[in-house]
């Protein structure tokens, strides 16, 4: 078993391409709000030096795959935060943990919709999916 996938040395979980690609279909996507340049799916996106957490995503339809680790919480308070504002969409990719703050505090009867995804997603070049299972949430 892979002990890198259980631990916080790895938080940076590549979107599978074919699973973006059927989001991207239904959405549209004009920014990746969270990404590296190698992974981006977007035109438009930011990477950590560019820090999407402190520029806004005002009129667009964001995507956003977050880190897994400790930061995810604020992630998920900025998705909903943007979705508040005009003419913004946020679709976000996070491990389906039900039983966190956040959860609670910026998902729970506050996404528009929430997908939880069958079986296990197999993020970037991994022989192995993932420890944990995801979810959509759509704002």
Partial sequence: MNKVLFS???NDWSTP???FDKLNEEFHFTLDACALPE???CKLYFT????????????HTAFVNPPYGKQIAAWVEK???ESCKENTKVVLL???RTDTVYFHRFIYKKAEEIRFIKGRLKFGNAKNSAPFPSMVVIY
Avoid: T, V
Avoid at 53 to 58: F, P
């Fill in 8 to 10: 916080s040395q790895n």
């Fill in 17 to 19: 391409q074919a699973f």
């Fill in 39 to 41: 992974n981006a799916k």
């Fill in 48 to 59: 950590p030096e560019m820090d999407g957490l402190s520029r806004s995503w005002s009129d």
């Fill in 79 to 81: 998705c909903y935060h």
């Fill in 94 to 96: 996070i491990p389906a």
